[in-house]
C-alpha cells in the first residue's frame, strides 16, 4: 500500500501479499528493502510484525528496514530478532530524543530516525500530528547519540511523484554529521541524478515507493545511479 502525503483515505494497495511483493523486489535486484507498518504507525504499535519477520525469514541476507508503530525497546528488540537490520523510530524519537539514545546504545548501529516534515515542523503519530520543531533542530539533539542514519522525507512530495526536494535534503544532510537517507517524491531518475550532485554533502541513499510500483523508475538503473553517488544503494 502507498499513501499520498501520509493520508490513509488516499491509499492505493499494490498487492495483498506482503512475501510476494518482496520476492518481487528481490528477483529484480534489490540490495534494500525498505518497509513500512503502515497499520502500526498510526496504532503506535506494531500491526504486521508477523509478516515482516516472514519477509526477512525468506531472505536473510537482504537487508531490510523497518518503521511504523516502534515505540519501545522491546518492539526493536523483537524486529532485531526475527531479522530486521534496522528499525526505523519515528514518532517516539521526536516525543523522546532520550529513548532514541536508549535505543541506539541498546542496538549499536541498528537504529534509523524518521524525520517527516510537513510545512517545514516534524509530523508524528502516522504524519497524523505536527510537532513543534524542525528536522534541523531534532537531528542536531540526536548527533553523537549513535544514529545509523536520518531518513528525511518531505510529506507534501510523498506518493505525489512530483519530485525528490533535493535541496532541503541536502541543506540537512549538511548541517549535521549523521548520514541523511532521501525520502518523498522520487519520480524518474532525473530525480535521484539531483541527489547525486549533493550527495557528497552526506545524503547516504534515497528511498524510491510509488515510482517503482507504477513502473516509472527501472529499481536496476536506480541501483547504479545511487551507488555511483553514494556508494551503496
Known amino acids: ?31 534494500r528493502l525498505h518497509i513500512v ?10 500491526r504486521n510484525a508477523e509478516a515482516i519477520a516472514g519477509v526477512c525469514q525468506a531472505h536473510p541476507r537482504l537487508p531490510v528496514q523497518v518503521g511504523g508503530g516502534i515505540r519501545d525497546l522491546d518492539t526493536v528488540a523483537g524486529y532485531l530478532q526475527a531479522g530486521v537490520r534496522y528499525v526505523i523510530i519515528g514518532t517516539q524519537a521526536v ?11 541498546a542496538f549499536p548501529g541498528r537504529v534509523i530516525v524518521g524525520l517527516d516534515a510537513r510545512d ?13 520543531c524542525t528536522a534541523l533542530e531534532l537531528a542536531s539533539e540526536l548527533q553523537g547519540v549513535g544514529v545509523a542514519a536520518i ?11 512530483q519530485g525528490v526536494n533535493a535541496e532541503a535534503t541536502a541543506a540537512l544532510a549538511g548541517a549535521i554529521d549523521i548520514p541523511v537517507i532521501a525520502s518523498g517524491g522520487v519520480s524518474n531518475l532525473q530525480d535521484i541524478r539531483r541527489l547525486q550532485r549533493v ?27 545511487a551507488a555511483g553517488a553514494a556508494g551503496q544503494p
Do not use: H, K, N
Request: aromatic residues 6%; negative net charge; contains cysteine.
Open 1 to 31: 500500500m502507498r499513501l499520498r502525503q501520509g493520508r490513509m483515505d488516499d491509499a492505493t494497495v499494490f498487492g495483498d501479499d506482503p512475501q510476494a511483493m518482496a520476492q518481487r523486489w528481490v528477483d529484480a535486484g534489490a540490495q
Open 37 to 46: 507498518d503502515l497499520d502500526g504507525a498510526f496504532a503506535g504499535e506494531p
Open 95 to 105: 516525543r523522546d530524543p532520550d529513548f532514541a539514545a536508549a535505543a541506539c546504545a
Open 120 to 132: 517545514g515542523l516534524v509530523a508524528v503519530q502516522g504524519w497524523a500530528e505536527a510537532s513543534a
Open 151 to 161: 531518513v528525511y522525507t518531505d510529506i507534501s512530495r510523498d506518493g505525489m511523484l
Open 199 to 225: 550527495a557528497a554533502r552526506g545524503i547516504q541513499g534515497v528511498i524510491v515507493g510509488r515510482a517503482l510500483y507504477e513502473g516509472v523508475i527501472d529499481l536496476g538503473e536506480a541501483q547504479q545511479l
